[in-house]
Nanobody
Framework: QVQLVESGGGLVQPGGSLRLSCAAS????????MGWYRQAPGKQRELVAR???????NYADSVKGRFTISRDNAKNTVYLQMNSLKPEDTAAYYCNADLTYYTGSYFRTRDYWGQGTQVTVSS
């Protein structure tokens, strides 16, 4: 009933910028939080940035001052503006949404994940 679709990944040189987008669709009643996680080969998935109730944000220390998360409530879309990219930012980036949706019979709250988008920072 709910789908997250990501876009915006790609190959960029060190110091460059990328903007990721994630749109949530379906029988959504409300979105409590949306965020971005990343996973590099051989490493655990880690939080990059999260926006709660469309207002409060938190970031991994490694991206503070370089990445900005924002949300368009009307479009149920979250963005991640990534500037001053470094090779260590290379990873698969996953969108996450903690939301409430209508099953057709009742409302349910759960986490959803996108399919992931690859970001590669290399010269």
């Amino acid at each position: 009933q709910v789908q997250l679709v990501e876009s915006g990944g790609g190959l960029v040189q060190p110091g460059g910028s990328l903007r990721l987008s994630c749109a949530a669709s379906g029988s959504i009643a409300s979105i409590n939080a949306m965020g971005w996680y990343r996973q590099a080969p051989g490493k655990q998935r880690e939080l990059v940035a999260r926006i709660i109730s469309g207002v409060s944000t938190n970031y991994a220390d490694s991206v503070k001052g370089r990445f900005t998360i924002s949300r368009d409530n009307a479009k149920n879309t979250v963005y991640l503006q990534m500037n001053s990219l470094k090779p260590e930012d290379t990873a698969a980036y996953y969108c996450n949404a903690d939301l409430t949706y209508y099953t057709g019979s009742y409302f349910r709250t759960r986490d959803y994940w996108g399919q992931g988008t690859q970001v590669t920072v290399s010269s």
